[in-house]
């Protein structure tokens, strides 16, 4: 499968170039500025065209969760990918939550991305809800945002949810809060307690319900630190 992804990529690029090529005139009539008018055929130098004139089209193979065909070592599914690396006619990306092998990170730049710390985490947060990270119209949902990624951070850390959580639920968590808005006393909108505990039962739920109610309970205690009007404790409705 990998293969064909690969060769789809490899005719979308040659036929878009293909497509968007203008013809290269090899030689054009010019008037001469003399009496007579005779016309002089230039030849024209591909160099000295504008790069409007000849557009290039680069299609991009983007694997994500790349490293999952690792767990059967016996298949070797990426090796097929050390042909299209050499040859660099496509560009490729991919993400992975373990180390390529030698062979293949060898053919190709290593980005490696650490821990992510509070400040982080606030700018992703700020981004989900729509806020820029420089501007809060209301400290309240400023607040918010510190006390939901310090919860995340403390859930992480206990090794009951280390391995189960990561960005993505928590992504998904803000953006099922940004679905279900009410009125604050302040006059900004933002998510109520019900809200919260519901958004947490869908996005960090899969444990017991005491792992779920010690879970919860790390989440609202780090914002009610940030918020007063938010309980300490989640309601009992699990």
């Known amino acids: 499968e990998i293969q064909n992804v690969f060769e789809l990529a ?141 919860g995340y951070l403390t859930v992480t850390k206990e090794d009951t949810f280390s391995k189960m959580f990561h960005h993505r639920d928590l992504i998904y968590l803000l953006r099922h809060l940004c679905r279900h808005k009410f009125q604050h006393q302040d006059g900004e909108l933002w998510p109520n307690v019900k809200i919260f505990l519901e958004a947490l039962e869908e996005n960090f739920g899969g444990v017991s319900a005491d792992e779920f109610e010690n879970l919860a309970c790390i989440f609202f205690t780090a914002i009610s630190l940030k918020v007063r009007s938010f309980p300490q404790a989640p309601p009992k409705v699990r």
């Open 10 to 150: 490899l005719k979308m690029q040659e036929h878009h170039n293909k497509q968007g090529v203008l013809p290269i005139p090899r030689a054009e009539s010019v008037q001469s500025s003399t009496q007579d008018s005779r016309h002089i055929d230039l030849p024209v130098d591909e160099n000295t065209l504008p790069a409007t004139s000849m557009p290039k089209t680069r299609c991009v193979v983007f694997l994500d969760e790349a490293g999952l065909p690792r767990e059967d070592k016996s298949k070797m599914v990426l090796k097929i990918l050390h042909a299209y690396l050499d040859e660099r006619k496509v560009a490729f990306i991919a993400l992975s939550n373990h180390w390529f092998d030698a062979a293949n990170a060898n053919r190709m730049i290593t980005v490696f991305r650490s821990q992510a710390q509070q400040s982080d985490l606030e700018v992703l947060a700020s981004g989900c809800v729509g806020l820029r990270t420089d501007h809060h119209p209301c400290p309240t949902v400023r607040n918010y945002i510190q006390g939901i990624c310090e």
